[in-house]
């Protein structure tokens, strides 16, 4: 099977501007979740989707958005950009949440 | 409740000898326990993981500890090598309630010395 892919792999963009990230799950996975990865505060998890219904949201701003479509391929959207979002954007899928969860390379976010 | 505590931060371990990192947790609700690895520029990927009715798993030169009345579990890299050179995580889930996550440690950074 092919594995977690994740678009675009790298993206610059400037303050304010909005972004969306894309991410196609393994073939029969029906759960998506997306995490943030910074240095300074590590692997945060963001949202996750579960058969085009966000069953679990972290703690970030309204300004981060997500949905998933029925063949469970999942988006992502940023809006009104800081410095600070600036990050690897991470998408893992599985069967369920909760068991084994396979990561994309992840998207790579420049915010200038 | 949701935290998981990892340690240490960084590790140097001479090849061929034992890396050892730890995680802790709070929340019993928690039932599953991965550990991964991520070298830089990819994304995590999965090594070894373990359900609270068994104490110990192994697979390879990995080993996962688990110690459900103290709420702590532990990756042990038997014949460390440089190629294990990588930053680990280990993560807690819960299959129950609302809370269909993984939540991670902050990550271990291990150097194998050639």
């Known amino acids: 099977k092919a594995g977690v892919t994740q678009t675009p792999r790298y993206l610059i963009k400037t303050r304010g501007q909005q972004v969306t990230l894309s991410c196609s799950p393994i073939?029969?996975?029906?759960?998506v979740s997306w995490y943030q990865q910074t240095p300074g505060q590590g692997l945060q998890f963001l949202f996750e989707y579960f058969s085009e219904t966000q069953r679990n949201k972290g703690n970030f701003p309204g300004r981060f958005s997500g949905r998933q479509f029925s063949n469970s391929r999942s988006e992502m959207n940023v809006s009104t950009l800081e410095l600070g979002d600036s990050a690897l954007y991470l998408c893992?899928?599985?069967?369920?949440?909760?068991?084994?969860?396979?990561f994309g390379p992840g998207t790579r976010l420049l915010v200038l | 409740q949701q935290q998981v505590k990892q340690s240490p931060q960084s590790l140097i371990v001479q090849k061929g000898g034992i890396s050892i990192i730890n995680c802790a947790y709070e929340n019993t609700a928690f039932d599953y326990f991965p550990w991964y690895q991520q070298f830089p520029g990819k994304g995590p990927a999965l090594l070894i993981a373990i359900r609270p009715d068994v104490s110990e798993k192994k697979e390879g030169r990995f080993t996962i500890s688990f110690n459900k009345s103290a709420k702590q579990f532990s990756l042990h890299i038997m014949d460390s090598q440089p190629g294990d050179s990588a930053t680990y995580f280990c993560?807690?889930?819960?299959?129950?309630?609302?809370?269909?996550?993984?939540?991670f440690g902050s990550g271990t950074q291990l150097t194998v010395l050639p």
């Open positions: 073939s029969g996975h029906r759960s």
């Open positions: 993560a807690a889930g819960s299959s129950s309630g609302s809370a269909r996550q993984l939540t």
């Open positions: 893992a899928s599985s069967w369920d949440a909760t068991e084994t969860q396979y």
